[in-house]
């Protein structure tokens, strides 16, 4: 294991194998009586989106390298970086895992939002979105559902098309909104087929959804997962690693963070026997993402 891949491994999971349990969690947060020290008022914070932690007490903190190191360290252990490295991979199972990408987008504050209520889509503006896009409403509703809900801050509420996470948080998206209602995580939809050989990874719901409307039945022999951001990647990690995958396919942006999120997944597979990266970007070269590629394919049949 190395540094990068060290960081993939949250705090959360190496805190929880030491037995110590969180006092309060919050979707952005949380609170521990400090592994480093005896104290009775919890003052130990790991901050879930950056994987990192403070120590309030102590007036401390960092990243998961920075506490393994001083958890070592008073534990009376060697506590060099490769000691720590070692110590994670231990905690961790050192399954691999693939380097996530920060983007712009990932560190700007997201309104915090309370989810309300669901139901089928049905609301003539999202079907208009989804037109406007050139999702086939019939296929968007088997994945999608209308999702209102309520900004905290405003009191306003709004609905949108969300995306169900494996957080039970919902990825949402409308012609004005681009956010999610609770933990920000991957989403995995199931193929077709129960003896899947194969994997598809894309950015977002609407990438996804470009290339299922494409399809008779708008439904993938194989299994995806919806990003819903690049940071998320490591999350992918364990539903690929020794699944059985012969093929993964990905559908990331042409942009710089593409690049490095396909050159991130390209040196995990490097690490999983039999398993081979089949990048798509060609077939939408030219084009910002799989979606652009769809709208501009999709007009002249519509002339």
Known sequence: MNIEQAKTVPLTEILNKLGVKHQRKTDTESWYLSPLRDETTASFKVTHTKNIWYDFGEGIGGDIIRFATTYLERQGESCTVSDALRWIGNLSGDIPRIVPVETHDDVQQEPKLKFLSKKDIEHPALEKYLES??????????????????????????????????????????????????????????????????????????????????????KLDHDAIVLNSLSCLGQASAYIHRFGYANLWTWMDNDVAGEKAKANIEAFVANEPGLVHRPMNDTYKGFKDVNDWHVHNLKPRLE
């Open 133 to 218: 896009r050139g999702i086939r409403v019939d296929v968007a509703k088997h994945y999608l559902q209308q999702v209102r809900v309520k900004n905290k801050e405003t009191g306003k509420t709004f609905f949108a098309l969300g995306l169900l996470n494996e957080e039970n948080g919902y990825e949402l998206r409308n012609n004005f909104f681009k956010g999610c209602a609770g933990k920000k995580a991957i989403s995995v939809v199931r193929g077709r087929n129960p003896n899947q050989q194969g994997i598809h990874i894309f950015e977002g719901f609407m990438d996804f959804l470009s290339v299922v409307t494409e399809l008779p039945d708008g």
